[in-house]
């Protein structure tokens, strides 16, 4: 499975950004695909997740309410819709496809793309 995640940019706070994570190869209806994010001197957190299969879909508690994920199977992408950006936002996203937990193992990994929220 290869993924390609793409829509970053600079955005002033208050803003909107909708990242795509489109995926090729082969992806199991079981999967699970997720968006991370990691800002600079910070660790890798847990944004969103969707299940391939269903519309089941998981949010990190801080985040609830203001990021969406979706998806879009007959174009094997992967959306993250985020509103009402705050500077705190700021960070490389990864989009990634696993096969088990949401919050378990993710095999494969796109390259990231960068989200910058200015004050």
């Known amino acids: 499975v290869q993924l390609q995640a793409s829509g970053g940019g600079l955005v002033q706070a208050g803003g909107s950004l909708r990242l795509s994570c489109a995926a090729s190869?082969?992806?199991?209806?079981?999967?699970?695909m997720g968006w991370f994010r990691q800002a600079p001197g910070n660790e890798r957190e847990f944004v969103a997740g969707i299940r391939w299969s269903g519309s089941i879909t998981y949010y990190a508690d801080s985040l609830k309410g203001r990021f969406t994920i979706s998806k879009d199977n007959a174009k094997n992408t992967v959306y993250l819709q985020m509103n009402s950006l705050k500077p705190e936002d700021t960070a490389v996203y990864y989009c990634?496809?696993?096969?088990?937990?949401?919050?378990?193992?993710?095999?494969?990994w796109g390259q990231g793309t960068l989200v910058t929220v200015s004050s």
């Open positions: 990634a496809a696993g096969a088990g937990s949401y919050l378990g193992t993710y095999e494969y």
């Open positions: 190869g082969r992806i199991f209806s079981s999967y699970v």
